[in-house]
C-alpha cells in the first residue's frame, strides 16, 4: 500500500506557501465567494490535521462569513449548478460551524436535504446534478451521509430502497459502499437493527480503505470529516471535540503517525 498522506509534506506546504496564500484573501462581491470559503474550509482542515488549527482559526471565521455570503446571495449561476452550489453550500457552513463551536447545526443539516431532495424532483433523480451513471451511487451516498446529520432516517430508509433495492445488507458486508453504510445507520437509529459494535466494525473497515487515496489525497476533507463525525460524535454523550475527532484520522491511515508536539511547536515558532 502506497501512503500518500505524508504529514510533514503537508506541513511544509503550508510553511512555504499555503498560510499566506490563505490569509491574503480577500472578499469581492465580483467573485464566488462562497465557493472561495468552501474551499478555504478545506484548507482550514488541510492545515488542523497537522497542528495548525490556531493559525487558522482566522480563516476558518472568514470562510463561514464568505459561506454564509454565497447562501445569502444565492451563489451558483442558475439551474442546477445554483442549486448544487447552494446544497453544498449549506452541508460545509453546518460541518464548519460544528468543527469550530462542536455545536451541531440541525437546522442546516435539515436545509441541506430539503435542497437535495428538490434536486431530485427537479432534475429527474438528480441526473442534471450527478449524471446518470451516478444517481445510484455517489448521489445515494450523499443523500445518506445527510439523512444522517439530519436524523432524517426514515427518509434515508425510503431514500435508499428507491435506488438501491429493499435487500437488507449483512453484517458482513457493510462496510461495501458509504451508502449501504449509511443504511445501516439509519436502519438502526429508526429500527433497532444492527449493533453499536457491528456499525463501528464496518464503519472502521469503511474509513481506513477510503481515508488515504480516496479522502484525503483527493483534497476531499469534508468528505472524510463528515464520516469521522458520523462514526464518533453524532448521537454520543462522552463524544470528542471536532479537532480530537479530526484527528482520528490518523487511526484510519496505517502506517502513518501525526507529526510530534515538538515538530508542530517548532513549526509555529516560526510565525513569530
Same mark, same amino acid.
Given at each position: 500500500? %502506497?501512503?500518500?498522506?505524508?504529514?510533514? /509534506?503537508?506541513?511544509?506546504?503550508?510553511?512555504?506557501?499555503?498560510?499566506?496564500y490563505? /490569509?491574503? @484573501? /480577500?472578499?469581492?462581491?465580483? @467573485?464566488?465567494?462562497?465557493?472561495?470559503?468552501?474551499? %478555504?474550509?478545506?484548507?482550514?482542515?488541510?492545515?488542523?490535521?497537522? =497542528?495548525w488549527?490556531q493559525?487558522?482559526?482566522?480563516?476558518?471565521e472568514?470562510?463561514?462569513?464568505?459561506?454564509?455570503?454565497?447562501?445569502?446571495?444565492?451563489e451558483?449561476?442558475?439551474?442546477?449548478?445554483?442549486?448544487?452550489?447552494?446544497?453544498?453550500? *449549506? &452541508?460545509?457552513l453546518?460541518?464548519?460551524?460544528?468543527?469550530?463551536?462542536?455545536?451541531?447545526?440541525?437546522?442546516?443539516? $435539515?436545509?441541506?436535504?430539503?435542497?437535495? &431532495?428538490?434536486?431530485?424532483t427537479?432534475?429527474?433523480?438528480?441526473? !442534471?446534478?450527478? =449524471?446518470?451513471?451516478?444517481? @445510484?451511487?455517489?448521489?445515494? +451516498?450523499?443523500?445518506?451521509? $445527510?439523512?444522517?446529520?439530519?436524523?432524517?432516517?426514515?427518509?434515508?430508509?425510503? !431514500?435508499?430502497? *428507491?435506488?438501491?433495492?429493499?435487500?437488507?445488507?449483512?453484517?458482513?458486508?457493510?462496510?461495501?459502499?458509504? $451508502? /449501504?453504510?449509511?443504511?445501516?445507520?439509519?436502519?438502526?437509529?429508526?429500527?433497532?437493527?444492527?449493533?453499536a459494535?457491528?456499525?463501528? *466494525?464496518?464503519?472502521?473497515?469503511?474509513? %481506513? $480503505?477510503?481515508?488515504?487515496?480516496?479522502?484525503?489525497?483527493? !483534497?476531499?476533507?469534508?468528505?472524510?470529516?463528515?464520516?469521522l @463525525?458520523?462514526?464518533?460524535?453524532?448521537?454520543?454523550?462522552?463524544?470528542p +471535540?471536532?479537532?480530537?475527532?479530526?484527528?482520528?484520522?490518523?487511526?484510519?491511515?496505517?502506517?502513518?503517525?501525526?507529526?510530534?508536539?515538538?515538530?508542530?511547536?517548532?513549526?509555529?515558532?516560526?510565525?513569530?
Amino acid at each position: 500500500m %502506497t501512503v500518500r498522506v505524508l504529514p510533514i /509534506k503537508r506541513l511544509e506546504s503550508i510553511l512555504e506557501f499555503s498560510y499566506l496564500y490563505d /490569509k491574503n @484573501k /480577500k472578499f469581492s462581491p465580483e @467573485k464566488p465567494m462562497g465557493n472561495i470559503g468552501m474551499s %478555504t474550509f478545506e484548507s482550514v482542515l488541510n492545515a488542523s490535521l497537522v =497542528g495548525w488549527y490556531q493559525p487558522y482559526l482566522p480563516i476558518l471565521e472568514r470562510s463561514i462569513e464568505w459561506m454564509r455570503y454565497g447562501i445569502s446571495v444565492n451563489e451558483g449561476g442558475a439551474g442546477a449548478n445554483q442549486l448544487f452550489r447552494q446544497i453544498c453550500l *449549506h &452541508e460545509n457552513l453546518a460541518l464548519a460551524l460544528w468543527f469550530r463551536d462542536g455545536i451541531d447545526q440541525p437546522e442546516l443539516w $435539515r436545509q441541506t436535504l430539503k435542497l437535495h &431532495e428538490q434536486s431530485l424532483t427537479e432534475y429527474q433523480d438528480g441526473a !442534471g446534478i450527478y =449524471g446518470k451513471g451516478a444517481v @445510484k451511487t455517489i448521489q445515494v +451516498n450523499d443523500y445518506m451521509r $445527510r439523512c444522517l446529520q439530519a436524523e432524517a432516517y426514515e427518509d434515508g430508509i425510503i !431514500g435508499y430502497r *428507491h435506488y438501491c433495492g429493499d435487500s437488507i445488507p449483512t453484517g458482513r458486508n457493510l462496510h461495501a459502499s458509504e $451508502r /449501504k453504510l449509511g443504511y445501516a445507520y439509519c436502519l438502526h437509529y429508526a429500527e433497532g437493527r444492527y449493533s453499536a459494535d457491528e456499525l463501528q *466494525h464496518a464503519a472502521k473497515i469503511l474509513l %481506513t $480503505r477510503r481515508m488515504d487515496d480516496e479522502w484525503l489525497d483527493r !483534497g476531499r476533507y469534508s468528505d472524510a470529516l463528515l464520516w469521522l @463525525k458520523t462514526v464518533y460524535w453524532n448521537r454520543q454523550a462522552d463524544a470528542p +471535540n471536532p479537532r480530537q475527532v479530526w484527528m482520528k484520522a490518523y487511526d484510519h491511515l496505517p502506517d502513518v503517525e501525526p507529526l510530534s508536539e515538538e515538530v508542530i511547536q517548532a513549526s509555529l515558532a516560526s510565525l513569530g
